[in-house]
């Protein structure tokens, strides 16, 4: 990181609990170093046993990317910077709209077999990532499950989520693969308009769609991380926040560019 993005980095860190009296005992690494070593595995797709010298030893790296993703810091974090970036671009820090899809991508061999499945739509044999982004393209919620795992299984639960985390979502866009009975669920139990935007049948080529064109940039975004090329994680809360690391980078490049 050059300096520029790590004073934006720094300051939407979670707070350690030792320097708010809440016990622990100060952390004996440099935390820019750490944030650095865990953003270059994702950006360049290594392996954490081939974390380059330059770094700590990969195993204290691993520890803090563990510590981070089950202690809930990864997403705090992840959530600040997109507070930040939407109020930059005059938004309000709450969205009140999103679009929702899914990305499925291939599964390394250490994908276990509990977790991975094999999607009959894009012939692909590994896991799926459902996302929600907001109006800005900025994540919102992830959940990764086998590929085998439909839209309309995952949207239910994954717009659960939304309404619980962000309440004041009330109209989502999503494909053809969210229609059914989930949007009247979404309706009649969550009060959000699920509303599909179609293909013209008359359409044939490549076509930019209103609103869906959002996700699909964002799943852009996160194919610029080799890490995310194809789903190497035993676990899916690790893929989760894979995904999660790599928005961050997005965001802080974004915030360390704006002017003034």
């Known amino acids: 990181m050059s300096d520029a993005e790590w004073a934006v980095v720094r300051d939407a860190m979670p707070v350690p609990g030792w320097l708010e009296g809440r016990g622990g005992q100060p952390e004996s690494y440099c935390h820019r ?72 991508v291939k599964a390394a061999a250490s994908v276990p077999a509990a977790t991975r499945g094999f999607d009959g739509g894009k012939k692909v044999n590994g896991r799926k990532r459902h996302i929600v982004v907001d109006t800005l393209g900025l994540l919102l919620h992830v959940m990764v499950t086998a590929a085998s795992v439909t839209d309309r299984e995952a949207g239910q639960t994954l717009l659960a989520r939304l309404h619980e985390r962000n309440w004041r979502v009330t109209r989502v866009w999503a494909d053809g693969g969210y229609t059914g009975r989930l949007v009247d669920l979404a309706r009649d139990v969550l009060s959000v308009a699920l509303t599909v935007v179609r293909r013209s049948d008359d359409t044939s080529g490549f076509t930019v769609l209103p609103k869906r064109w959002l996700v699909e940039r964002t799943f852009a975004w996160l194919m610029h991380s080799r890490r995310l090329a194809r789903d190497y994680e035993r676990r899916t809360d690790t893929s989760e926040a894979v995904i999660r690391w790599s928005m961050t980078m997005v965001m802080s490049r974004r915030l360390a560019r704006r002017p003034g």
Do not use: C, N
């Open 33 to 104: 170093q750490m944030v650095d070593a865990v953003r270059y595995l994702v950006a360049g797709g290594i392996t954490w046993r081939a974390m380059p010298a330059d770094f700590p030893a990969w195993d204290r790296v691993y520890a803090f990317f563990r510590r981070w993703r089950d202690k809930g810091l990864a997403a705090e974090f992840h959530d600040r910077l997109r507070d930040r970036v939407r109020t930059v671009a005059g938004r309000d820090p709450e969205p009140t709209a999103g679009i929702i899809d899914a990305q499925s």
